[in-house]
């Protein structure tokens, strides 16, 4: 039976890092508060960057380390809640940019926080049904663009950043993707939204000229659930297997809240050496958040051959999604 493997990596983060000090200058908040509650320290928000360029730098650099060229994709799933425009979607942006070949089916997937996982599973199902041999897949979000500046509960978490994959067929059932899963539960979608412009409707009175249209969230509600279902969905992934959480080399989480990751890793009885957190450097960069880690990691040289590797993520929707790998 035909498997799909990871074999490429690569991220890209705008270059304006934004300090807990710096937004002390134009909010009521402090390093302080935003580092014991959070764990971030500060993040990467764009100035020129858009998402179309964030995921070709993501693009480029795994395609390099996958040994291929833009001639050998045959797919593009870009997962992203912040796409440069309503429509073309950023894989359609992304195929001009790369010069991937005209007739190479592209298109974004819309998770939130999950939208990479949701991309990734979407990938490895093109290639289990022979649909697909080498896939680009690409996390991708802006935040700075749809968070209130002026809110300090929410514009405090968030950062900008993308990270890429190619997945590619591969033969061998003992390495790769082991399992991989995805989940929602839209009536819970109260918990973390943003109506965006499309709330307006200009034949309607009254429908939408006074809507927030920016990221609003239930942070304790956010928070409790998380933590529950981010552990029942690495212990989903790695029943499928057969495995146990000590079989885990390195746990890739969303990095929504560092308490979240911790939480969640005690639950799990994982040790710090088995967590990845790079939260205090990009904040929550939502779908970026799972392959800017890896990118990190693998480039970092903490992945080795016959690795087993755990992402896991939780975001609005909700979505949660949970992917195993074998190096
Ligand atoms: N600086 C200073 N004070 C603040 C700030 C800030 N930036 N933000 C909030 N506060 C204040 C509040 O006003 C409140 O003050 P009050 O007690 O006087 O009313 C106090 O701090 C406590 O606020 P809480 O919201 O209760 O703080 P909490 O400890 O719950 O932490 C947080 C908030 C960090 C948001 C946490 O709830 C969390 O991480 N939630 C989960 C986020 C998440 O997982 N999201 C999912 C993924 S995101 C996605 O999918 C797009």
Redesign the pocket.
């Known amino acids: 039976m035909t498997h799909s493997k990871i074999i490429g990596t690569g991220a890209s983060v705008p270059e304006k890092v934004l300090t807990n000090s710096d937004?002390e200058e134009f909010?009521?908040?402090?390093d302080e508060?935003?580092s014991t509650?959070?764990g971030i320290k500060e993040r990467r928000v764009s100035v020129n960057e858009s998402a179309v360029d964030l995921s070709e730098g993501a693009a480029n650099e795994a395609i390099k380390a996958a040994g291929l060229t833009p001639d050998d994709i045959d797919l593009i799933i870009v997962g992203t809640?912040t796409p440069d425009m309503s429509f073309p979607s950023t894989a359609c942006f992304l195929q001009e940019r790369l010069g991937v070949r005209p007739s190479v089916p592209a298109f974004d997937v819309s998770a939130?926080?999950?939208g990479f996982l949701f991309a990734l599973d979407t990938a490895d199902k093109y290639i289990v049904s022979g649909a697909a041999e080498k896939v680009l897949v690409v996390g991708v979000d802006i935040?700075s663009r749809i968070v209130d500046w002026k809110d300090?509960?929410?514009c405090?978490?968030?950062g900008d950043g993308a990270g890429a994959v190619v997945l590619s067929k591969s033969s061998d059932k003992g390495e790769g993707l082991l399992s991989s899963n995805i989940h929602s539960d839209g009536s819970l979608w109260r918990s973390?939204f943003a109506p965006g412009a499309t709330a307006y409707n200009p034949f309607k009175p009254d429908s939408g000229e006074d809507t927030n249209p920016y990221?609003q969230?239930h942070?304790?509600e956010?928070?409790k659930l998380?933590v529950k279902t981010i552990a029942a969905a690495c212990n989903e992934a790695l029943m499928a297997a057969g495995l146990k959480s000590e079989d885990v080399s390195i746990l890739i989480p969303?990095q929504?809240?560092e308490?979240?990751i911790t939480a969640v890793a005690k639950r799990l009885g994982l040790t710090d050496s088995q967590v990845c957190i790079n939260i205090d450097r990009y904040g929550?960069t939502?779908a970026g958040s799972i392959p800017i880690a890896l990118d990190e990691v693998v480039r970092g040289g903490r992945v080795k051959s016959g690795d087993i590797l755990l992402f896991v993520s939780?975001?609005?929707?909700l979505?949660w999604a949970s992917t195993l790998v074998k190096w």
């Open positions: 937004l909010l009521d908040t402090s508060w935003i509650r959070t809640v939130a926080c999950s935040f300090r509960a929410t405090v978490l968030f973390l990221v969230m942070g304790g956010t928070f998380a969303h929504a809240n308490r979240i929550n939502s939780f975001g609005g929707g979505t």
